[in-house]
């Protein structure tokens, strides 16, 4: 089972920026297709970026060219790099596979955007 521990979220004002961080368990890191994932209060937790072994990588419309995801396989470690933020960013993020599979979330990392 792949276990994994979120960081980095925090409160920024919109416009701002903010770099989450996920340390991943385990030697099949490398292969996996990796993803960060948000839960906005009363809403459905939703893929927001994916990104694969080889670096290829997708994204929600409503973050296109403002977040990017990147991985360090060495490191067991993905990111997600997030910028001009907006309120509706607001959500407590997690990373997981993709697909994500049940017994691997982690506590998430909040994320609050607000003036």
């Known amino acids: 089972q792949v276990q994994l521990v979120e960081s980095g979220g925090g409160l920024v004002q919109p416009g701002g920026s903010l770099r989450l961080s996920c340390a991943a368990s385990g030697s099949i890191f490398g292969i996996l297709i990796m993803g960060w994932y948000r839960q906005a209060p009363g809403k459905q937790r939703e893929l927001v970026a994916g990104?694969?072994?080889?670096?290829?990588?997708n994204y929600a419309d409503s973050v296109k060219g403002r977040f990017t995801i990147s991985r360090d396989n060495a490191k067991n470690t993905v990111y997600l790099q997030m910028n001009s933020l907006k309120p509706e960013d607001t959500a407590v993020y997690y990373c997981?596979?993709?697909?994500?599979?049940?017994?691997?979330w982690g506590q998430g990392t909040q994320v609050t955007v607000s003036s």
């Open positions: 990104i694969t072994s080889g670096g290829s990588t």
């Open positions: 997981n596979t993709h697909p994500p599979r049940g017994g691997s």
